[in-house]
């Protein structure tokens, strides 16, 4: 077994991709950080140079930073004046650098000093000093110092009870927009411990013998790429930890057609809790005629892998598509991307030959994986949920109630209670109306649930295995020319395909609300005019469920063309940059869950900018939040960001509920997406923030690209840290 373990942070090593990538799908320097009792000499020359504050050893006199910019052709920055730590008797506080850092040349500006002290004896240090003004026009300013140091004995922590990270700066130069940049250290209560980012595996790795993400079709035959070679999806998504016994597996998503999820088998560090792969092997769905697309997922309470299917195929399109041009210069090349599974060329592929293959109710499902002690899988596709574009589904502690969250334009929020807890196979299916209660701050509203109905999978596996169609579901009309009403007895109903007048056939209500959730759901009044809906996850020590939503756009703003047919129910102003809402969870006797939302508003908002050529989004500020994860009782909500524009580099953030505080702590590479941040709060002993950089170079910036190696995606995490349950 090779072991591919990197440190990254912004202040040690960058990462710089080695691996050859073949048929990819998508999409440094090092700067030590000094932390010794006399602040260090400033760094290279393109940057300026920072120095941490000195370190109180017993409660003496501690010397904050003083660093110098670089000479080529920054400006000598100088960072924070030396002040001086307490007294043994005070236990004073170090001060930090506050001194301006100086002016840069045609460089960036010195970066300001570091706070002080970190030992016993003097409390945490100062504020950290504002970065160096850009010079000459061209030169950004320096970065500002790190904050203060921890307190020690005798001291004052300023942040008791408080957790922390190093912020991360904003990529500035090529190398930093290269790498994979991440907080050096955390700190709970002023005890300071060491992380980075840790590549357990890149896509393309070969584990003794099996090539990570090597995509296969339904015989276990490798796919073909387009030019021949073998398909190697660098989309890694969602990967979670599951302890099983005394040994620990992860299971990744990658999101393509078609898809794949790999079961990987990990060592932990029994002294260090780093984490190191030891074998990984595909995980077969050709029962279940293939995967589709799996996104973001979860771990449930009884800790299995709660998986996604993504964006699956409308049936009615395909339905009653003559020619395979009739599927659209979008959708049909997207589609048509999975007869690969079944040995199909999609270039030659007839409109016949593809739905002779691709039924596309067999798609849209959360996927259930269950590892045994043997390191067997079981696979279920639970058809009782419903099926949407499912960016994945989150289920509460109570082990019965869950949330669906539907990605895409014109889409629903979905609530499903299961019949028994730890299973997901019955229950029953509700759909959110949004009852607008103010447009300010990204919008809030009242949430009323509309009952769907209860189903099984077993009497949807029924369903499917008579080749349901679109047509066996719905009748269908155009609407009046004169007025665009629909006919009588039709509903009007917006969903992702547009205006529609639809009527259910008559006894295919339950098939209907399965099989066609989104637009059964707008048929009786639910809300289907979310805009990017993403992650989910819940905050148990204030019962706050919380949704990101990648833009606030399209359906969602008020007149929009996306509202045409439909009820309009939410009317808010674009904002392109996208909200993280928080929702209030209770009792609600009548759906018999202590677990239900009851209302929507605005938490973390982005702030759309025309003023950068490279950020369309407030750099200190979201942009396009995708996946959310939450650390129980320390007030952290983690947002990750898919962004093409709004930022450059998509960064991860961990948000102080308490102060509103909102720290960066990840950046990825030129055209990656942050996918999938989630974390646990201990594994033998450690806490780990998974985190997943999908197809680098893909999403923007692809010209950036030197060689195919840079495209693998990483599967790894930021930790190990100490547990924190």
């Not at 570091?114 to 061209?138: C, K, V």
Request: proline share 5%.
């Amino acid at each position: 077994m090779r072991e591919r373990t990197f440190m990254v942070s912004w202040t040690s090593t960058t990462l710089l991709a080695s691996l050859l990538l073949v048929g990819f799908t998508g999409c440094g320097s090092d700067d030590d950080d000094d932390r010794g009792t006399t602040g260090g000499a400033g760094g290279a020359e393109e940057t300026g140079g920072r120095a941490t504050g000195g370190e109180a050893e017993t409660g003496g006199r501690a010397t904050g930073g003083r660093a110098t910019g670089g000479r080529a052709t920054g400006g000598r920055a100088t960072g924070g004046a030396e002040e001086t730590g307490g007294t043994e008797e005070t236990g004073g506080a170090g001060a930090g650098g506050e001194e301006v850092g100086g002016a840069g040349g045609v460089e960036p500006g010195g970066a300001g000093g570091d706070a002080g002290g970190a030992r016993p004896g003097g409390a945490g240090g100062g504020e950290p000093g504002p970065g160096g003004a850009g010079g000459d026009d061209t030169g950004p300013g320096g970065f500002g110092g790190d904050a203060g140091g921890s307190a020690g004995a005798g001291g004052v922590c300023a942040t008791e009870g408080k957790l922390v990270f190093e912020q991360v700066p904003v990529p500035v130069t090529e190398a930093e927009k290269r790498a994979v940049n991440a907080s050096s250290w955390m700190e709970l209560s002023c005890e300071r411990s060491e992380i980075a980012f840790h590549t357990i595996l890149r896509s393309g790795d070969d584990v003794n013998g099996t090539v990570f993400g090597q995509i296969l079709d339904e015989g276990g035959s490798p796919v073909l790429a387009e030019d021949g070679s073998d398909f190697i999806s660098n989309d890694n998504d969602f990967t979670s930890l599951l302890p099983v016994g005394d040994t620990l597996y992860s299971i990744t998503h990658f999101e393509s057609r078609p898809g794949a999820m790999y079961l990987t088998e990990l060592e932990q560090d029994p002294s260090t809790g780093e984490l190191t792969a030891v074998s990984t092997e595909n995980i077969d769905f050709s029962a279940h005629g293939g995967l589709w697309v799996p996104c973001a997922g979860s771990v449930t309470p009884w800790h299995t892998h709660l998986g996604s299917e993504e964006y699956p195929p409308d049936a009615r399109t395909i339905e009653e598509a003559t020619t395979f041009a009739d599927l659209g210069d979008s959708d049909g090349p997207y589609w048509a991307a999975m007869v690969r599974y079944w040995g199909l060329d999609p270039a030659t592929v007839t409109i016949d030959d593809f739905r002779a293959n691709l039924d596309p109710y067999q798609y849209g499902y959360a996927v259930e994986v269950t590892v045994d002690s043997s390191g067997d899988v079981t696979v279920e596709k639970h058809h009782a949920m419903g099926r949407v574009a499912v960016e994945l589904a989150y289920v509460m502690p109570d082990q019965r109630t869950a949330y669906i969250s539907d990605d895409g334009t014109n889409v629903g929020f979905y609530m499903f209670v299961a019949d028994t807890a730890g299973d997901l196979s019955a229950g029953t299916l509700y759909a959110a109306r949004w009852d607008q209660t103010s447009n300010a701050n990204g919008g809030s509203a009242d949430v009323t649930w509309i009952e769907l109905g209860h189903a099984t999978n077993a009497a949807i596996d029924t369903a499917l295995a008579a080749g349901t169609v679109f047509s066996d579901i719905f009748e269908t009309a155009d609407p009046d020319p004169a007025d665009d009403s629909c006919p009588d007895t039709y509903t009007s109903i917006n969903t992702e395909v547009g205006r529609e007048c639809l009527r259910v056939v008559t006894g295919m209500e339950q098939i209907a609300s399965r099989l066609e959730t989104r637009r059964y759901a707008a048929m009786l009044g639910a809300t289907t005019e979310f805009r990017k809906e993403e992650g989910i996850t819940f905050n148990p020590d204030d019962m706050k469920l919380y949704v990101a939503m990648s833009e606030v756009a399209k359906g969602m703003e008020d007149g929009s063309g996306n509202d045409v047919g439909g009820p309009n129910h939410i009317a808010l102003p674009a904002n392109k940059c996208g909200a993280v809402y928080e929702m209030e969870v209770g009792t609600d006797a009548t759906i018999g869950s202590d677990y239900v939302a009851q209302n929507w508003a605005g938490l973390v908002v982005g702030v759309p900018i025309d003023t950068d050529p490279n950020n369309t989004c407030d750099l200190d500020g979201i942009a396009n939040p995708d996946n959310l994860t939450f650390i129980p009782g320390h007030d952290t909500l983690i947002i990750g960001e898919d962004t093409g524009s709004g930022h450059q580099n998509d960064a991860i953030w961990a948000y102080n509920l308490t102060d509103g505080e909102l720290t960066r702590i990840e950046t990825t590479p030129f055209g990656s997406e942050t996918t999938s941040p989630y974390f646990y709060p201990n594994i033998g002993g450690f806490a780990y923030l998974m985190s997943v950089v999908q197809h680098p170079y893909g999403e923007s910036d692809t010209d950036m690209l030197e060689d195919a190696s840079q495209a693998a995606a990483y599967v790894g995490y930021v930790g190990p840290m100490p547990a924190l349950d």
